[in-house]
């Protein structure tokens, strides 16, 4: 059972900026494997780590249950897309440069939202806002213009891979808020890491050269461990924790500024450099994005649970 308590700006600030460091600095390591790897057996490697990081809290709180609920039932959902999107979003460095995939990446709000409509009665209110409907139509035209512009960063099956992350990263969040509530966070994605990732895992050797593991340098090997830990085993963990601490709105416009520190990365790290063309898709795209969460704001769809209460750390 989860019960709330006050949350210290500290503890928020921690909550929010851990996943905006990691998640900044995770395209541009995964696009430096893509120079030795295939995208099978980083995906595997990665999440190998991620599950063992996470599998002993789990089994140490196996008896923790919520009355009338069951959490491995519960989190069947959210780990099948998880997995869909974690297979999808392994493939993007291979199709695009380091800075293009969290542009494209903020594209997720639109599908959350769209997903929210069909899932969760609260969000449906959105429908009637002139600025929702116009944030959405910038967001889509910010992706085309990015595109359009970017065929030396991109192309169209790497943007498509971008896009079905985006979808699948959406639909996940709105699942997350459904059916996972009331659990800790770090139990729920305890639990949907040992659902995704055997199944990761397996891809790597059924389809990777996970050979060539034995072959990568201490320092490669470092930053797959580190990687891991930091997108997968605990990006996700401290973003959810947010979620609960602050509300969805302040962690979701947080995650605005990933492109913008990713680009300055890619650029010292890995010579990268966008176009014009690129950087006003992108900012299209990241202002609209601002407004899809700004008319979520005006409209009050956010729940006072979400705002109001922290998941505190199981004992």
């Known amino acids: 059972m989860e019960s709330s308590r ?8 921690i909550s929010l900026g851990v996943p905006v460091v990691f998640w900044s600095i995770l395209p541009v390591m995964l696009k430096y494997f893509t120079r030795t790897l295939d995208p099978w057996t980083v995906n595997g490697a990665r999440y190998m780590f991620a599950l063992l990081f996470w599998l002993p809290h789990v089994i140490r709180h196996r008896g923790d249950t919520i009355e009338g609920r069951n959490i491995w039932k519960d989190a069947w959902r959210p780990a099948t897309v998880h997995l869909l999107g974690q297979i999808i979003f392994a493939m993007t460095p291979y199709f695009n440069d380091a800075t293009v995939i969290n542009f494209v990446s903020r594209s997720g709000f639109v599908f959350a939202t769209v997903f929210g409509f069909a899932l969760l009665r609260e969000e449906r209110v959105l429908a009637r806002s002139r600025l929702f409907w116009s944030g959405f139509t910038g967001t889509i035209a910010g992706l085309v213009l990015m595109y359009m512009a970017g065929t030396a960063t991109t192309s169209l099956t790497g943007m498509l891979l971008l896009v079905g992350a985006a979808a699948c990263w959406g639909l996940y969040s709105v699942l997350i808020r459904k059916f996972m509530h009331g659990y800790s966070v770090r ?8 659902y995704a990732g055997p199944c990761v895992i397996a891809l790597m050797f059924l389809f990777g050269d996970w050979r060539a593991l034995a072959e990568t340098t201490w320092t490669q090997g470092s930053l797959i461990a580190l990687s891991g830990i930091m997108g997968l085993a605990l990006g996700h963990v401290f973003f959810f924790r947010a979620i609960h601490c602050i509300g969805p709105i ?10 913008f520190f990713t680009a300055l990365l890619a650029f010292f790290t890995l010579g990268e450099k966008m176009n014009r063309g690129e950087w006003i898709g992108g900012i299209i795209l990241v202002t609209s ?5 700004f008319s979520r704001l005006l409209s009050g769809t956010t729940r006072k649970e979400d705002e109001d209460q922290c998941l505190p750390s199981p004992r």
């Open 6 to 13: 006050p949350v210290s700006p500290g503890s928020a600030l």
């Open 187 to 194: 139990q729920s994605y305890g639990v949907i890491s040992l």
């Open 250 to 259: 302040i962690s979701e416009s947080s995650l605005l500024l990933l492109p």
């Open 289 to 293: 994005c601002a407004a899809l969460l």
